[in-house]
């Protein structure tokens, strides 16, 4: 992107929140696939998929008069931010956020090792990004929830406990679950 096409994103939000129509338009023009695949990431139905990008550019367009240049991407970074917070609430709304603590026999999962859940995947990074997602999407809605906002949205447990409603344990229980499924799911492609 060139400096003149960060002014242009302050224009086009300035614009677009001074009601202009056709600056709406370009913003869902620009933005609109980059969300799409954001939505997709946490809702696994196409129609939802929909439903919840309409929701969070509604939102979006609602907020613009609030919204504060922070430098390039800037816009982008928080139509993200609106379309996974309305992701999670569409997941809460339909009761989808399946997240469970750890059974009985499952070892304890230590929050602050971090490292352990980065080295479960290794197996998995050799898929390619496509067959990857095919196999994110099979996750149940609370693993590839909290899989999402930790490895995409680079959240802590912490932060994915606070939004979820959860305790951090069960955060780092849904990750390491999500992982394991995941690898479970790899080996199948070998």
Same mark, same amino acid.
């Given at each position: 992107m060139t400096r003149s096409s960060h002014i242009d994103e302050q224009e086009i939000a300035s614009? #677009? #929140?001074a009601g202009d129509t056709d600056a709406m338009r370009q913003i869902y023009c620009l933005y #609109?696939? #980059?969300?799409t695949a954001t939505v997709a990431r946490y809702?696994?139905?196409e129609d939802a998929v929909r439903d919840v990008l309409h929701d969070a550019m509604v939102k979006a367009f609602q907020g613009l008069p609030g919204w504060k240049y922070r430098g390039p991407g800037s816009l982008r970074a928080w139509l993200q931010r609106i379309a996974v917070n309305e992701a999670l609430a569409w997941l809460r709304a339909?009761?989808?956020l399946d997240v469970v603590s750890l059974d009985d026999d499952d070892a304890p999962i230590d929050i602050a090792d971090d490292d352990d859940d980065n080295a479960a995947v290794d197996g998995v990074e050799r898929l390619d990004a496509a067959r990857l997602m095919e196999l994110v999407k099979q996750l149940p809605d609370g693993q590839r929830t909290v899989l999402n906002l930790y490895a995409v949205e680079h959240r802590s447990h912490r932060e994915i406990a606070e939004m979820l409603g959860i305790t951090p344990?069960?955060?780092a229980s849904q990750l390491h679950r999500a992982k394991r499924k995941l690898l479970q799911l790899g080996r199948c492609d070998r």
């Open positions: 614009s #677009a #929140a #609109a696939g #980059a969300l809702v696994v139905d339909k009761n989808r344990e069960t955060s």
